[in-house]
């Protein structure tokens, strides 16, 4: 009789063992799952954010090119109405080359790039 007490109570702890090792196991990869979809749900969001910025950086760069665009045209108009008036203009320290090419629009000049 004593042998079957303890089968049975050997049979309880390695009941016991295996059920504290299956435990543990779905523990850590419950914690895995967890990890993974914190950082698939951060790259969702920095994915998004960077979408965001790529738009914003895009209407600065229009923005920009705009108001470069103007100064272009202020500088020039300004040259001929100067010249216009008879006072003499100084030479530019940077190559005003740059205005009279500039005409050409900057997707013109992405496309002679290519």
Do not use: H
Request: with cysteine.
């Amino acid at each position: 009789m004593n042998v079957w007490w303890i089968a049975t109570l050997a049979s309880i702890c390695i009941a016991l063992l295996i059920q504290y090792y299956c435990a543990s196991k779905l523990l850590r990869i419950k914690q895995q799952i967890a990890l993974k979809n914190s950082a698939l749900r951060e790259a969702r969001d920095e994915s998004s954010r960077l979408a965001d910025q790529e738009v914003s950086l895009k209407n600065q760069q229009k923005s920009l090119e705009a108001t470069i665009d103007r100064l272009r045209a202020d500088i020039k108009r300004l040259r001929q109405q100067i010249s216009d008036k008879g006072i003499s203009i100084p030479d530019p320290e940077f190559d005003i080359s740059i205005l009279e090419s500039a005409e050409s629009s900057p997707e013109d000049s992405a496309l002679a790039e290519k």
